[in-house]
C-alpha cells in the first residue's frame, strides 16, 4: 500500500509527511526527472507502508515541472491512496486542487491541515457538509500542534474513497469533452487534458486541437481560463457554503514595515550580514573542535597503522572526504540552515525576496532566486540543488553566479589568510570584488543567456511564529541532501585524486604550471599544489598551503601581495569538486565545464590584474 | 421633443455641416429625418431653446459647447455600433447603420466602452498562432495595467496577456475575468503584493503589467 500526499505549497505538507515517517526519509528522484520526492515508511498495526510527499502544485494542469511530474504520478496510478492536504485558512483556492484531483479517480482523504489557525481568524468549516459533497473523508488537523495526525493513517486505510463531485464545466467544454470520448473512446479525464493540451496521446491531441481552436474563437478565452474560472467558481460556491467568518483574533500586520523599501531594504540588509556573522562565529568555533577530533582520533591512528603507500594514500583521502563533509557540514551549513529555515519558517524569505526582485533582475533573475544565491553563502552545492524551481534561462545565470558566491569554506580562506596576516579590511575588500565580478557577469549573462525572462509569481507565505521541532525539521532536511547527494560526490572525487596524487601526475601538474603561476600570479610552486587541492575542497588550499610552507605563519613565507593574491585565486578558481559534480548532475556537461572554465580564468586574470597593482 | 431626435439632430447637424438654415439645407434635413421642413425649422427653436444650439440673426446654427458633446458622442456610438453590427455580426452596412441609429440612444457609455476595446483587440480577425503553438489570447486588453494601479485599490480582473506558461499560473491562483483582487503592497517599479482568494502573491513588474484591470468602488 502507498500513500501520496497532496497539496498546495505552504500546506504544512512537509511537516505531516515528517510527523508520520519520522527521519527515516529517502530523498528519492524519480527516474528520468529532476523533481525531487521524498519517500518514508510508517508503521501502522505492524504493518509498513510507504508515503511519498509530492512536491507541492497549485493545479494539475499547469506546465511547471512540478506539475507535469504529479500528474504523470497520478495518471500512472503511482500512489494507491491520496492524502489531500488542504490549507483550512485559504479554503477556497485550496478547494480548486481538489476539485482537479477529484478527476483522477483515486481513492482519497481530506486533511483539512491548519485549523489552529484557521479558528484564530474566526473561520469555522462544516466538514459534515463538504463530507456530504465530495463523498469521502475530512479530518480536521493542525499539524504545528500535532493534532489528529495520528489520525491520517487510520482513516486513509479505512475511510478513503473516490470523490465523487465533478465541476459543472461550461457547455461547450463538456460537449467537446463528450465528443471526444466518442470519437476515441478516452476516459474524461483523458479527455479533457487532450482539450487543454496537456494529455499525452497525440491523435486525441489533434483531434482535441480543433474543437479547441473553435471553443477559443467562440469564448474569446483560453480553454484553460475558461476550465479554471469554472473550477474556482465551483470552489467559490462550495467555500461560501462550508465556512461561516466569526471574529478574527488576528491583529496587525508587520507586512507594513517588512515588504516596503524603507524600512524593509535596511531590514533584511541587516538580516542577511547577521546571519552570515553569526554562521562564521559559531561555525568556526565548531568547526575547530571536529577537525581537531578527526586529527587526533582517525587520520593519526590511520597513518600508524603502517599501510602500504597505495592504501595510504586512499585511506587518507577518504577520511579527509568525510572530514571535509562533517567539518563544513555540521558546523557552518549547519548552523547556516538553521538560520535560514528559521527566515522561511517566519515567512520573511518571501518578503525578502519580493524586495529583492529589482535587484536581481539586474542581473537576470527574479526575487524567486534570492534563496538559492543566499543557500550559497552556506554551501554552493544545496543551493545549486534548490535552483530547479528557476526558469531555464535563470537556472543557467544562477549556475554562474551561485558558484562564485563565496561559502562557508572560501570565508575560511579569506579570514585565515587575509584576515589574520593582512587585516580586517583586506578581507573585507575581498568581498568586495567577488561582489563586484558577480554582478558584472550577472550583467553579462543577460545578454547571452538562452530563453526568455520570466517574471515572479510568489505567493506570499503567512507570517508565522518558528517552531523549534519544524525549523529542525526542514534544516534536517537540507542537511540531509547535502549528506546523500553532495558527501558521496565529495568521498569518490577525493579518492580519485587520491589516486592522481599517487601515480604522480598532480606532481607533474605542478612541474608544468609552477613557471605559470610564478610569472603570472607571482606565487611560489607549491601555492599551485595548494590552489588544485582547493578544487576538493575549498578551504584545504588553505591548509596545504601552510603545510607545504612548512609553517602555520604564512607572514613569514610570503609577502601580503602573494597571500592577497593567493586568496582571490583560490576563492574564485574552480568551483570544488562536489559543485561540479552537482552543476552536471542539473545542468548537464556543458554548463558544468563552461562554470568551471569561466572562474578558472577569472581567477587567473584577476590575479594577474592584482599582481600587476600591487 | 423626445431626448432621442434631439440627439439624431445634433449628429445630423455635425455629420451633415448644417451651417446656416436656407431652402435649400432645410430640403436636405427634411430628407433626412423624413420630417416637413417646417416642423424642422420648429424642432431645431426647440433645440436653442433646449441650449444645444444657437440661431443667430443672420440664420447660422453654431453648436454650443453642450451640444458639440453630446452629438459628438452619439456619433461615436453610433460608429462603433456600427462596425460591431457589420464586422462581427456580418449585417449589411445599410440595415447595420439603420440598426445603429436606433441602439445608439440606449446604449449606455460603458457599453460602448467595453464594445469598442473589444472590437479593438485582434480577435476580430483569427488570431495567429504564437510560438507555443497555442492561441495567444487578448493581446489587446480592457482596462488598464495592474501597474499603473495604486497601493489599497479594489480592483476586478479583466484579462492577462502572455504564453500559457505565465497565464496558467495565474489562472490557477485566482486571476481569471472578474475575480475582485486588493493590491496590498505597490514598489516604485511597479513590482506589487496582490490579496487574490485571500491570499497574498507578489508579482513582479512584467507580470503585473500583463494582468489587466478595473478599478471598483
Known amino acids: 500500500m502507498k500513500f501520496g500526499l497532496i497539496g498546495n505549497p505552504n500546506v504544512g505538507k512537509s511537516l505531516i509527511f515528517n510527523n508520520l515517517t519520522g527521519i527515516g526519509v529517502e530523498i528519492s528522484n524519480f527516474p528520468g526527472t529532476t523533481v525531487d520526492m521524498f519517500s518514508g515508511n510508517v508503521c501502522y498495526q505492524r504493518e509498513k507502508f510507504e508515503i511519498v510527499d509530492f512536491p507541492g502544485v497549485y493545479s494539475l494542469d499547469g506546465l511547471s515541472e512540478e506539475e507535469s511530474e504529479v500528474r504523470r504520478c497520478l495518471l500512472k496510478k503511482d500512489v494507491d491512496v491520496l492524502i489531500a492536504v488542504l490549507d483550512a485558512t485559504h479554503l477556497e483556492r485550496n478547494l480548486y486542487l481538489l476539485l482537479q484531483i477529484a478527476e483522477f479517480e483515486i481513492p482519497t482523504v481530506v486533511v483539512l491541515n491548519m485549523m489552529d489557525e484557521a479558528e484564530k481568524a474566526g473561520l469555522f468549516i462544516d466538514t459534515e457538509k463538504l463530507s456530504e459533497i465530495f463523498g469521502c473523508k475530512f479530518l480536521k488537523t493542525a499539524a504545528i500542534e500535532g493534532r489528529n495526525i495520528e489520525k491520517i493513517i487510520p482513516s486513509a486505510l479505512e475511510k478513503s474513497c473516490i470523490l465523487d463531485h465533478s465541476v459543472p464545466y461550461d457547455k461547450s467544454i463538456e460537449a467537446a469533452v463528450r465528443s471526444l470520448q466518442k470519437i476515441s473512446g478516452c476516459k474524461r479525464l483523458d479527455a479533457l487534458f487532450a482539450i487543454l493540451g496537456t494529455g499525452t496521446d497525440a491523435e486525441l491531441l489533434e483531434s482535441a486541437k480543433t474543437i479547441n481552436d473553435e471553443i477559443e474563437e467562440q469564448h474569446r478565452m483560453s480553454v484553460h481560463q475558461i476550465i479554471a474560472a469554472n473550477r474556482h467558481n465551483d470552489a467559490k460556491r462550495i467555500a461560501s457554503e462550508v465556512t461561516k467568518k466569526g471574529e478574527s483574533a488576528i491583529k496587525g500586520n508587520i507586512d507594513r514595515l517588512l515588504t516596503r523599501t524603507i524600512p524593509g531594504l535596511p531590514i533584511m540588509a541587516f538580516v542577511l550580514i547577521s546571519t552570515l556573522l553569526c554562521v562564521f562565529l559559531i561555525g568556526s568555533f565548531l568547526e575547530e573542535i571536529i577537525v581537531g577530533l578527526f586529527d587526533s582520533f582517525l587520520i593519526a591512528p590511520m597513518y600508524n597503522l603502517g599501510l602500504s603507500p597505495f592504501w595510504e594514500q586512499i585511506a587518507f583521502s577518504f577520511l579527509i572526504a568525510i572530514e571535509a563533509g562533517l567539518g563544513i557540514a555540521f558546523p557552518f551549513v549547519f548552523v547556516f540552515y538553521m538560520i535560514v529555515s528559521v527566515l522561511e519558517d517566519t515567512g520573511y524569505m518571501t518578503r525578502a525576496a519580493f524586495l529583492a526582485d529589482r535587484a536581481m533582475h539586474k542581473v537576470g533573475m527574479h526575487g524567486q532566486a534570492l534563496i538559492p544565491m543566499v543557500l550559497g553563502f552556506g554551501c554552493n552545492v544545496p543551493a545549486i540543488m534548490s535552483i530547479r524551481q528557476l526558469s531555464k534561462r535563470e537556472k543557467v545565470i544562477a549556475s554562474f553566479l551561485i558558484t562564485m558566491i563565496p561559502c562557508s569554506a572560501r570565508t575560511v580562506i579569506i579570514a585565515g589568510i587575509v584576515a589574520v596576516f593582512i587585516g580586517i579590511a583586506a578581507a573585507l575588500s575581498i568581498y568586495l570584488i567577488i561582489f563586484v565580478l558577480i554582478i558584472i557577469t550577472g550583467l553579462i549573462l543577460t545578454r547571452f543567456a538562452p530563453g526568455d525572462q520570466f517574471g515572479m509569481i510568489l505567493e506570499m507565505v503567512p507570517m508565522r511564529r518558528p ?38 601526475i598532480i606532481q607533474a601538474f605542478q612541474d608544468l604550471f609552477a613557471p605559470i ?80 572554465f569561466y572562474t578558472l580564468f577569472l581567477g587567473i586574470f584577476v590575479g594577474a590584474v592584482l599582481n600587476m597593482i600591487i | 421633443m423626445h431626448q432621442n431626435e434631439c440627439e439624431d439632430y445634433l449628429e445630423g447637424i455635425i455629420n451633415h455641416s448644417f451651417e446656416i438654415i436656407t431652402q435649400d439645407s432645410l430640403k436636405k434635413f427634411s430628407e433626412i429625418f423624413e420630417k416637413n421642413p417646417s416642423d424642422i425649422e420648429e424642432d431645431l427653436s426647440e433645440l436653442e431653446m433646449l441650449g444645444y444650439i444657437k440661431i443667430g440673426e443672420d440664420r447660422k446654427i453654431t453648436l454650443t459647447d453642450e451640444g458639440r458633446r453630446t452629438g459628438e458622442c452619439i456619433i461615436k456610438k453610433h460608429r462603433v455600433l456600427e462596425s460591431f453590427l457589420t464586422e462581427m455580426l456580418g449585417m449589411e452596412p445599410d440595415a447595420a447603420s439603420k440598426e445603429a441609429c436606433t441602439l445608439e440612444h440606449g446604449a449606455s457609455n460603458d457599453t460602448i466602452k467595453r464594445l469598442q476595446s473589444y472590437l479593438g483587440g485582434p480577435g476580430r480577425c483569427r488570431r495567429e498562432r504564437n510560438i507555443h503553438g497555442i492561441f495567444t489570447h487578448n493581446n489587446k486588453c480592457m482596462g488598464n495595467p495592474l501597474t499603473s494601479f495604486s497601493e489599497d485599490e479594489k480592483l476586478m480582473i479583466l484579462c492577462t496577456k502572455g504564453g500559457p506558461g505565465r497565464t496558467n499560473r495565474l489562472h490557477d491562483l485566482g486571476v481569471i475575468p472578474g475575480e475582485i483582487i486588493e493590491i496590498n503592497r505597490r514598489l516604485s517599479n511597479g513590482a506589487m503584493v496582490v490579496k487574490i482568494k485571500s491570499c497574498e502573491v507578489a508579482l513582479s513588474p512584467e507580470i503585473a503589467s500583463s494582468v489587466f484591470a478595473e478599478k471598483i468602488q
Open chain 1, 467 to 504: 517552531r523549534l521541532k519544524q525549523t529542525l525539521q526542514r534544516a534536517w532536511l537540507r542537511m540531509k541532501e547535502f549528506l546523500f547527494i553532495a558527501m558521496p560526490l565529495l568521498l569518490i572525487s577525493s579518492v580519485f585524486l587520491g589516486v592522481l596524487q599517487y601515480t604522480g
Open chain 1, 517 to 596: 603561476m610564478l610569472s603570472v600570479l607571482g606565487l611560489p610552486d607549491y601555492a599551485s599544489t595548494s590552489l588544485l587541492f582547493g578544487i576538493l575542497r575549498k578551504e584545504m588550499a588553505f591548509e596545504t598551503l601552510a603545510i607545504l610552507a612548512g609553517t602555520a605563519d604564512l607572514g613569514s613565507v610570503m609577502t601580503c601581495a602573494q597571500l592577497y593574491i593567493f586568496a582571490v585565486v583560490s576563492v574564485l578558481f574552480v568551483p570544488c569538486i562536489s559543485t561540479i559534480a552537482v552543476l552536471y548532475r542539473e545542468m548537464g556537461l556543458k554548463i558544468a565545464v563552461m562554470v568551471s
